[in-house]
């Protein structure tokens, strides 16, 4: 992390956005109107799901990718009636709250909570079945891969399908597309400034990981669609002239200057899915709402 803001062009892991207060901000960023995708991927769940549920068939062992609250999942349980369910997400203890809850509205579902950053890898429990797994990723997470990292992550999704020497099961995954700037910019630079509170968090928390000084009135938000890049970037401006120091280090930043927070890659369709089946998967069939801004997509392994 440190690394990162003494590089050239300063840098910090977006998955320092998400602390308490980040994540609850992000909660605020779905609701805003100009963020679309969580509603738009939302649509394409309630409106497809039985077409979807053909897709998967019944009773696989679904494994939900950086669950958090696991509502995006259980709304799919009534079409897709797993057997299994086995929540990831890096923050256990929120994770066993969730699970209790839903254990008790869906006792035939058997629920294993999986306390894990599998950024790193995908090695789950014994107790995880390895029988037909469903691994569901949605809400276009993808994105934050760059999409080298993204073709590898799917590579270890696809080898974790393996049921002795034969792959099964497959992947449910939502993504962002592509679409008109001008879009693509609001819903990252909202007119309520949420995403910009969102993005100027990241300067608190790492005064508290790094015992820094960073005054978050010296930076403003930045967040905007790379047409040639196919990625919304965000970023922190720097509003003067400045020297940050935290334990071990400080560094000087000019007027303008920025340190990068996040990218959020947009897909088309047809090279997203060309990047499944470049990752070893198989068949895909896939799903968008009416304005094709959003992608679901059901990839067989
Ligand atoms: C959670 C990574 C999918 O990229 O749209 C929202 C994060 N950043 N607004 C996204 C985010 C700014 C979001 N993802």
Redesign the pocket.
């Known amino acids: 992390m440190k690394a990162g803001l003494n590089a050239e062009h300063a840098h910090v892991s ?1 998955k320092y ?1 998400y602390d308490a207060l980040g994540s609850k901000l ?1 909660e605020a ?2 609701e805003l109107p100009e ?1 679309y ?1 969580t509603r738009t991927e939302a649509g394409i769940f309630a409106e497809r799901a039985e077409a979807i549920a053909a897709s998967v068939g019944r009773g696989a062992t679904l494994i939900d990718l950086g669950a958090g609250n696991c509502t995006k999942a259980a709304k799919l349980f009534p079409a897709l009636r797993p057997s299994q369910y086995a929540p990831v997400d890096i923050s256990v203890d929120f994770l066993r709250d969730a699970v209790g809850r839903l254990q008790m509205q869906f006792p035939q579902i058997d629920m294993i909570g999986v306390g894990m950053d599998f950024s790193s890898g995908l090695a789950l429990p014994e107790a995880v079945n390895d029988d037909n797994r469903l691994f569901f990723y949605p ?3 993808i ?2 891969f760059m999409p080298d990292e993204a073709l590898a992550f799917l590579r270890r999704v696809h080898a974790a399908c393996m049921h002795g020497d034969k792959a099964n099961g497959g992947i449910l995954i939502g993504v ?1 597309l592509v679409k008109e700037k001008g879009v693509l910019d609001l ?2 630079d909202d007119a309520l400034g949420v ?1 910009a509170a ?2 100027l968090n990241i300067l608190r928390h790492l005064n508290l990981l790094l015992d820094a000084d960073f005054e978050l009135r010296a930076w403003r938000h930045r ?1 905007f669609f790379n047409v040639e890049r196919s990625r ?1 970037e ?1 970023h922190l401006e720097s509003e003067i002239d400045q020297v940050v120091s935290w334990a071990g280090g400080e560094r000087q930043f000019a007027r303008g200057e920025r340190i990068h927070t ?3 890659y947009k897909y088309t369709q047809d090279n997203f899915i060309a990047m499944l089946r470049q990752a070893g998967f198989g068949d895909v069939a896939a799903w968008t709402d009416p304005a094709g801004w959003f992608l679901v997509c059901h990839a067989r392994a």
């Open positions: 977006p956005l992000f960023i779905c963020y995708p809400g276009s997470s994105g934050n962002d819903a990252y995403t969102f993005n967040g919304v965000m996040e990218n959020s």
